[in-house]
């Protein structure tokens, strides 16, 4: 593992703002690195306000889909809220399904099967729409690339309002209304809105004309912020201002579906790190094991005993998940070692048994402890389907495009991909995808990175600066949770492992005459020895705050230690 310091930022710039803020060289280090640079950024950056949110009008479509829903409301039709499986789907899901149900009741809600129909909008959905008399679908975070399935939907009568945040095509779809900011002649000024983010977005053009204002919205807040820690788009500008009210409503008057899921942690504030690790995986764990059906009927239900049932259930899918997780990633491991491939440029693995909900987590997994690009293959009907995930830098995506003659199907970015192979055609993928990684992929990529934000000693983490960077949150990309290199550290001599095998390791360091911070590093039990004694290390950590019983203290939160 290599760390590396981020670049100098502009000297000048963190002069100025700490002189204007009053802040430590430290802070205003950190602030200058995320894009603040005077007293109106960082008044934006510590206090967002829902007022500065854009106008949903300044969307393209966004005058059409408001009309046309109106329309049918006027005119009795029956609408269908169709969404993508996932936590940004199923949240845009109920999010409008529930928005609308409150002063309109014909409302239906669609999620397809991801076994069945897979991802997008399906003939299946757009069947059902037609059987049941539907005549108005609105369907998030997903559309943008159905062209042929828009088409089908017109021919049987019913009309399309597509809300995405995925890039467009060459063609847009012929619906009604397309709603997502990334269409090329869109002047929306914000890009970076995850489906649920572009649904609100509908409810808040909708709510303007009921004559209701943004604080009568704030309440569905809870899901638009799960949607974005979920989908890792960028937290920041408007994303940041609907995370950070969405997480205020997260913790202190969630839907009852949300609360059913937090009463099973010993939590009193959760994060968004809290909500990426344990909110959202029992969401995914629906569509994953079962169905995306049971998250919508979770978040849209408002007796908090039945939602406390809905949670259980999803809870016991969350584990089958977990099960099939660590089973399939030891047996890919296995495989690994059993065909001397632990020094090859990629890791590609197959097993006609392996859940197919879960082989994009496992490929996550393998990376792990095999540091390189990696799919994961089973078995999907006559063909074989996989979920490729890759490492900083290197584009899995075009690599797969090297590899096209023995693909039947693939779609994708740079960093995660599915596609489909016949089963015949996988020796052949798998000899050229090494290839093509072994020609392309360099040192540096090779090796996994840790980027450090600012070198630091222990003291200079007062009350007041701890309390700032407090304040920083909530954290995600564009505004990541800074990571700290402290030079010469010791532990105390209260130095032990955890954990079941000893894997893990708590210390208690200190620089000189500094205070002690405890801190736990999981996966490194074997640094106990060499850091016994008093012996010093440099150490690469991010701070977290961690609970016991009523108390809240700050923990470094390792990533990385050498001995020195």
Not at 323 to 344: M, R, S
Request: glycine share 6%; with cysteine.
């Amino acid at each position: 593992m290599r760390w590396s310091l981020k670049q100098d930022c502009d000297i000048q710039a963190v002069h100025q703002l700490k002189k204007t803020l009053n802040v430590t060289t430290l802070i205003a280090t950190l602030l200058v690195q995320r894009g603040v640079k005077n007293y109106n950024d960082a008044k934006k950056f510590f206090r967002p306000q829902l007022a500065d949110l854009y106008d949903p009008y300044l969307m393209k479509d966004m005058q059409k889909a408001v009309k046309r829903i109106e329309n049918a409301i006027e005119n009795k039709e029956r609408i269908l809220v169709f969404g993508d499986y996932d936590v940004d789907g199923t949240t845009a899901v109920s999010l409008m399904s529930a928005y609308l149900k409150s002063f309109y009741k014909d409302v239906d809600t669609y999620i397809p099967d991801r076994y069945l129909e897979g991802y997008g909008i399906s003939t299946q959905g757009i069947e059902y729409a037609h059987d049941n008399e539907i005549t108005l679908i609105i369907a998030l975070d997903c559309g943008i690339k159905s062209i042929d399935k828009i088409e089908y939907a017109n021919q049987k009568g019913i009309d399309f309002i597509i809300c995405d945040h995925h890039l467009p095509g060459d063609e847009i779809p012929n619906a009604v209304a397309v709603l997502d900011p990334k269409q090329t002649d869109c002047n929306y000024p914000f890009k970076e809105l995850c489906g649920c983010g572009v649904g609100f977005k509908l409810i808040q053009a909708l709510a303007a004309n009921k004559g209701e204002t943004i604080e009568d919205l704030i309440p569905y807040l809870d899901l638009v912020a799960t949607a974005i820690a979920a989908d890792i788009v960028p937290i920041v500008d408007e994303n940041r201002i609907l995370a950070f009210y969405g997480l205020q409503v997260i913790n202190q008057n969630p839907r009852p579906g949300i609360l059913a899921m937090k009463k099973q942690f010993a939590i009193s504030e959760f994060t968004i790190t809290d909500v990426v690790f344990k909110i959202a995986p029992r969401i995914n764990a629906a569509g994953r094991i079962k169905h995306g059906n049971y998250a919508v009927k979770l978040l849209t239900e408002f007796n908090f005993n039945e939602a406390i049932e809905c949670a259980k259930e999803i809870d016991t899918f969350n584990q089958e998940r977990r099960v099939f997780d660590q089973q399939i990633t030891q047996e890919a491991l296995q495989q690994i070692i059993d065909n001397k491939e632990e020094n090859n440029f990629s890791s590609v693995v197959y097993n006609n048994n392996w859940h197919k909900g879960v082989i994009g987590i496992v490929a996550s997994r393998l990376i792990e402890t095999y540091y390189r690009p990696t799919l994961v293959f089973t078995k999907s009907g006559d063909y074989l389907a996989a979920s490729a995930r890759s490492v900083k830098g290197f584009d899995v995506y075009q690599a797969l495009e090297k590899c096209s003659e023995h693909i039947i199907q693939f779609g994708g970015h740079m960093y995660a991909a599915g596609l489909t192979i016949h089963p015949s055609a996988y020796q052949n993928f798998k000899q050229k995808f090494e290839e093509v990684v072994k020609e392309s992929i360099t040192t540096e990529q090779k090796t996994e990175e840790i980027e450090i934000d600012a070198v630091v000693n222990f003291d200079e983490f007062d009350k007041k600066t701890l309390r700032i960077l407090k304040q920083f949150e909530p954290h995600g990309p564009g505004n990541m949770t800074p990571v700290f290199f402290t030079p010469h550290a010791f532990d105390t001599g209260n130095a032990q492992t955890l954990g079941k095998e000893n894997e893990h390791l708590r210390m208690f360091v200190k620089q000189n005459q500094s205070q002690a911070f405890q801190a736990i590093a999981f996966n490194k039990g074997e640094m106990l020895n060499k850091i016994k004694n008093l012996k010093p290390f440099n150490l690469v950590y991010s701070l977290t705050e961690n609970q016991w019983k009523d108390k809240v203290f700050v923990q470094l939160h390792v990533k990385d230690i050498k001995t020195i």
